[in-house]
């Protein structure tokens, strides 16, 4: 977790605001990485959309067409 | 009037050179939609050179560009005791379909269009995404900008006059 005084001051909503977006590119990053890893040791849709906690339907729409072809198949 | 179809043929090819090469670049940085930072990336890549000129005008130079949006990533997450992004993101296919920005490049968009509405008959060029961006305060592009040292009015100053100049040439 991350610890609340290395968090930006509230005086600061720039600064706050800027990290909350790196955030979700690093998350997004990180997503797409673990996905294709998991695909590529046979992972299920199934088993990725658990691990997320979304549904396989929401999961296979949103990363297939972001992990390599041959990947994408269940 | 056929001056006129033909200015609307080219810009209508300008358009698509900046939407196609915005996608293009943050594909390439491991992103699916293109934001406003990505505009500018494709402007500075237009053959018409205005927007890289503009840049050049206030002795800033746009190859780093790129970099400074590396570099306000990583400033963010340090703000917060982390460490910055990937290096090299492994790149994106471009995607199929309906074509999709993220929000600053919608509002960018949609500037460019009043822009045209207020100025009929003004050619478009690489300058006017930059003179746009740069009225930006908040987001990506804003803050690639800071990081360069980059003094958003002066930028959007400089993009006018090289606006000015490529109507006169």
């Known amino acids: ?74 | 009037m056929f001056q006129k179809l033909r200015q609307r043929l080219r810009d209508m090819r300008t358009l698509k050179d900046l939407c196609l090469g915005a996608e293009q670049h943050a594909n390439a940085e491991g992103q699916q939609m293109a934001g406003a930072e990505h505009f500018i990336l494709a402007a500075l890549d237009l053959p018409d050179g205005t927007a890289r000129r503009a840049f050049e005008r206030i002795g800033a130079d746009p190859r780093q560009f790129r970099a400074a949006i590396a570099r306000q990533y990583g400033e963010a997450l340090s703000s917060i005791g982390l460490g910055s992004l990937q290096q090299d993101p492994e790149p994106v296919p471009s995607h199929t379909g309906v074509y999709h920005t993220k929000a600053s490049a919608q509002t960018l968009m949609q500037q460019l269009a009043a822009r045209g509405r207020t100025h009929p008959g003004e050619p478009l060029f690489g300058a006017h995404v930059v003179a746009v961006a740069a009225g930006a305060q908040q987001g990506v592009a804003a803050r690639a900008l800071r990081a360069m040292g980059i003094e958003s009015a002066a930028l959007a100053g400089a993009a006018q006059a090289e606006i000015a100049s490529a109507i006169k040439r």
């Open chain 1, 1 to 74: 977790m991350l610890d609340r005084r290395s968090l930006p001051s509230p005086d600061d909503p720039e600064q706050a605001l800027a990290a909350v977006v790196a955030l979700r590119l690093l998350a997004d990053q990180l997503e797409r990485k673990a996905v294709a890893e998991a695909i590529d040791q046979g992972w299920s849709w199934s088993q990725v959309a658990d691990a997320l906690g979304v549904s396989k339907q929401a999961a296979h729409k949103r990363l297939a067409a972001l992990i390599q072809p041959n990947q994408r198949e269940e």
